[in-house]
């Protein structure tokens, strides 16, 4: 989620994070972008590579991931689509007022549909979170836009899904996108209000469907606003690291600083690494997703999502049906 750690209307990558080693990318690489699903034209898509994705993230890398969250941030400040500056979550000046204080997200134990996303950008490697969700092909991973492609810019190469990660632990493996859609409004001019993002991938090795394997949430469009949310995600910025699951719960409330976004948000203080993190109508992992972690405000424990309206949901009927 991108959370902008120094205010004002402009959001911030949620919380790019400390510095966490950049590595080399020296893996898969993204095939010729598509202009778009031809069925749809709101639609963007790409194949990606997915042989020797999964080698290559070894424990190393993926401990030193960065928090893909900066990447939302960069879109902002390309298309100068916020009102303030955007800063990095998850630098000293930001996060010391942090440390050692109770945070408002809560321990979860791994969910088997959750978990976190690595991939390649522009040289670095990143993290988010995201989360399989049901659809026909039973291989569609959901995840925040800026987690897909820079908005606008290149798309992820190197793209993995590690379901139920726990302290460097991948009990159901690591699943390499073969495929990844974004809306048109976010590659092309990295539109906020479009912020989400799914990823197709391969089958196993024993030829299984990730959904058949981990299970996936149902799916929701166009549903009311101000609606009661319990998102996860896996915060890697101080004060959290990344290695474990986090939950916030809470009614959602229209983003007063960029109304434009038409985004809502919730009781929150979970740091970069949850961008993509899924949001569940209700409260619990069992209810229907609804949209995604997307981005926050320096100064204010509140993280936003997009409105999953008709744009996002054809976006996933895409993927669903690659």
Same mark, same amino acid.
């Given at each position: ?16 994070? #400390? $510095? ?7 893996? #898969? ?13 709101? *639609?963007?898509?790409? #194949? ?32 100068? +689509?916020?009102?303030?500056?955007? *800063? ?5 000046s930001s996060t010391k007022a942090t440390r050692g204080k109770q945070t408002i997200a809560k321990s979860e134990v791994p969910v088997s549909h959750i978990g976190k996303v690595f991939f390649t950008l522009g040289g670095s490697n990143y993290v988010c ?18 987690? $897909? ?28 996108? +073969? ?7 976010? *590659? ?14 391969? +089958? ?9 394997? $981990? ?9 009311? +606003? ?61 209810? !229907? ?12 424990? !509140? ?7 008709? !744009? ?11």
């Amino acid at each position: 989620m991108t959370r902008t750690r120094s205010l004002a209307s402009g959001l911030l990558a949620f919380s790019a994070a #400390a $510095v966490l080693a950049l590595t080399s990318a020296n893996g #898969a690489s993204a095939a010729p972008a598509r202009s778009g699903d031809q069925a749809n034209p709101s *639609v963007a898509e790409v #194949a990606v590579e997915a042989a020797g994705a999964a080698d290559y993230w070894t424990a190393e890398r993926m401990q030193s991931a960065i928090p893909g969250d900066v990447l939302a941030g960069k879109a902002l400040e390309r298309g100068n +689509r916020s009102s303030a500056d955007i *800063v990095e979550k998850g630098k000293p000046s930001s996060t010391k007022a942090t440390r050692g204080k109770q945070t408002i997200a809560k321990s979860e134990v791994p969910v088997s549909h959750i978990g976190k996303v690595f991939f390649t950008l522009g040289g670095s490697n990143y993290v988010c979170s995201g989360n399989a969700v049901s659809s026909a092909n039973g291989s569609t991973v959901s995840t925040a836009g800026h987690c $897909v492609n820079e908005g606008p810019g290149a798309y992820a190469t190197n793209f993995v899904f590690v379901p139920a990660y726990e302290n460097g632990n991948a009990p159901y493996g690591k699943w390499a996108a +073969r495929a990844l859609y974004a809306p048109t409004q976010w *590659v092309s001019n990295g539109d906020m209000a479009y912020d989400t993002g799914f990823a197709v991938v391969n +089958r196993n090795a024993q030829n299984q469907t990730l959904t058949s394997v $981990v299970g996936g949430s149902g799916v929701a469009f166009n549903q009311a +606003r101000g609606l009661t949310y319990k998102s996860y995600g896996y915060p890697a910025a101080a004060p959290f690291n990344g290695e474990t699951l986090k939950s916030c719960t809470g009614t959602a409330t229209d983003d007063p600083n960029n109304p434009q976004f038409g985004s809502q948000g919730i009781p929150c203080d979970m740091t970069g690494g949850s961008s993509g993190g899924p949001w569940f109508i209700g409260t619990s992992s069992d209810g !229907v997703q609804n949209s995604i972690n997307s981005y926050g405000y320096n100064r204010s424990a !509140v993280m936003y999502g997009p409105y999953w309206g008709s !744009v996002i949901q054809a976006t996933y009927n895409s993927a669903a049906a690659a």
